[in-house]
């Protein structure tokens, strides 16, 4: 399964369906979240990975907690939502709420949902990188790549296939990072949802995109 067939399939959806019930936020901005906070979050991971012990922490987490039933078996949402916020804890670190200020600024949703919404969302990509890794029987030393080959396959997908908004959205997060400067929250909130004083939620960019889909809802 490619990212995009995680965002625009029967999983992404059914995941949309359950945070608009509970949290009442519409699911357009549900799937847009998914869009930007799924490859931000293999970004952070992949960097994770290139230190030995993180690739070993996460090949462990995943072979234990996140085989990638979640996909299959959304029912499992809440009942592991404090889980997913100990995950984007680990991830993120110190910069998790830059980053949920940004998200929350660039999908309009409020930033005191958008910590839950995010924790309901977190073992959805965990299990989805832990199915990705049984498939193709990857071990600790091999997830940077696997990581890196996601985002690159789901870049050239959405860019060969730009035809709605939130192909447009991933194209955008995905090519955002294409000059690294080491740190993803630089490379994805910085260049593509128009961080510090560029204002490009505004003025262009990720925002008009999240605007043209949240907007057909």
Known sequence: MSLLDLLTGNTGNQVAEQAENKFGISKNQII???????????SYLRNKSQDANEAESLNKALDKD????????????????????????????????????????????SIDKIGPVLAMLAPVIMGY????????NVGAGGLGDLLGGILGNASN??????????????????????????NP?????????????????????????????????
């Open 157 to 182: 997908q959405a860019q060969d296939q730009s035809v709605s908004p939130l192909n447009d959205i991933l194209g955008s997060v995905l090519g955002g990072g294409g000059q690294s400067s080491g």
């Open 129 to 136: 990188i832990g199915k990705e890794k049984q498939q193709n």
């Open 66 to 109: 996140h085989d990638g039933s979640i996909l299959d078996d959304p029912s499992q949402l809440e009942n592991r939502q404090n889980e997913g916020g100990s995950i984007l804890s680990h991830i993120f670190g110190n910069q998790k709420n830059t980053v949920e200020n940004q998200l929350s600024q660039n999908t309009g949703i």
């Open 32 to 42: 847009a979240l998914l869009a930007v906070a799924t490859p931000l979050v293999i």
């Open 185 to 217: 929250l630089n490379d994805i909130l910085g260049s593509v949802l128009g961080g510090g004083q560029q204002q490009k939620q505004q003025s262009g960019g990720i925002g008009d995109l999240l605007g043209n889909l949240l907007g057909g809802k």
